[in-house]
């Protein structure tokens, strides 16, 4: 079974940085996409940032220009670099990772534990 493990989070006063990582247990796996989520309290979970397996990346309008997602597809790792935070990127940041082993044809989303982002004004 696969695990995310994420790190990074914390809290920063606003105009801070973080930068939040997200490891996969299984090296070996072919990367399809990552995905940064976040759900903030009483707020339906929202995508943030994405990258595909060619390097294309997306972005929420909320955070373009402040955040930059990054992938290490040879380590299953995506890194979600913050800057310029605001007290309403306040939420519990999600990771998911798009990941097919060599051995299948069908890819699996896996999901991180979540790690905490506080961000104080």
């Known amino acids: 079974q696969v695990q995310l493990v994420e790190s990074g989070g914390g809290l920063v006063q606003a105009g801070g940085s973080l930068r939040l990582s997200c490891a996969a247990s299984a090296t070996k796996f072919i990367v399809s996409s990552m995905e940064w989520y976040r759900q903030a309290p009483g707020k339906q979970r929202e995508l943030v940032a994405g990258?595909?397996?060619?390097?294309?990346?997306n972005y929420a309008n909320s955070v373009k220009g402040r955040f930059t997602i990054s992938g290490d597809n040879a380590k299953t790792t995506v890194y979600l670099q913050m800057n310029s935070l605001k007290p309403e990127d306040t939420a519990v940041y999600y990771c998911?990772?798009?990941?097919?082993?060599?051995?299948?044809?069908?890819?699996?989303?896996?999901w991180g534990q979540g790690t905490q982002v506080t961000v104080s004004s």
């Open positions: 998911k990772q798009t990941l097919r082993s060599p051995y299948l044809l069908r890819a699996n989303d896996y």
């Open positions: 990258i595909t397996e060619d390097g294309t990346t």
